[in-house]
């Protein structure tokens, strides 16, 4: 008979309750199978039924035929150049807790099974964001695909090539899908995995928290004329598929912490969280 997972033994009311690695199926059709479903399908629809085309039109006729908003003082400065130097200034903050929680383990003190495992955590979440954004940044280089503001239909010099059409040689290697400075939004998504394992009551609002950053910085480049829409949604795809791959790996590899080694201090230093199931996150 072959050997089934051990689950979680719920510890009221401690620490260790808050920490507990929440056994969830990460690969199931809620976490993994729909979203990427709906976002593959919505960026079918977008891109061979012309939606694409459509909506940067939009955009490009209500600032009257031309790009006004591709050098705006708020839109390339302050959102753009701004948004990419705080996200850069979050990651750096999120791997020096990260390098300071295994220096104090290593150096200071002696960590229980609750600490170890948030450090771990951290590590997880960190490791998902900066992957994220490096597989963006792959395909951009990968991918050559023209902006909204380099074709001919919108003031641009180029003609209209699809993702699914051979690309002419001399045409110049344009770095424009998918969405890169999205990625800086949508790379957070990755707090969904984290507050799903660490602190579950949250994890919608790391969820939000991602899909909010998202939106708003890709909207300000398919405003300036940068991107298309769906540009940003297979950023979105792979910024949510790359922390769900991580965790789900981290789960099933990771045996449970055994809940006698959480000390009376550790247990006592937390407020009271009831147990939760969110196995229908």
Known sequence: MPHSPARPVSVQGSAYDAMQPQRVLLCGWRFLVFPVVALLS????????????????????????????????????VLHNGARSVNQLLILCLLLWFIGQKIKARWWATPDEASRFATRMLGLLLSSVLLSIAVVSLLKRLVPMDCPWDLQLFGGVQPLISLWQHRPAEMPNTQCFPAGHASSGYAWLALYFYFLYTRPWLRKVGMAVGILAGITLGLVQQARGAHFFSHDIVTALICYVVPAFIFARFQFKTAVPAVQDITLATATAAPVVPHKDISHG
């Open 42 to 77: 919505t960026f079918l629809l977008l891109d061979l039924t012309g939606l694409d085309l459509w909506i940067a039109e939009l955009w490009y006729q209500a600032e009257g035929n031309h790009w006004a908003l591709k050098d705006n003082f708020w839109a390339s400065t």
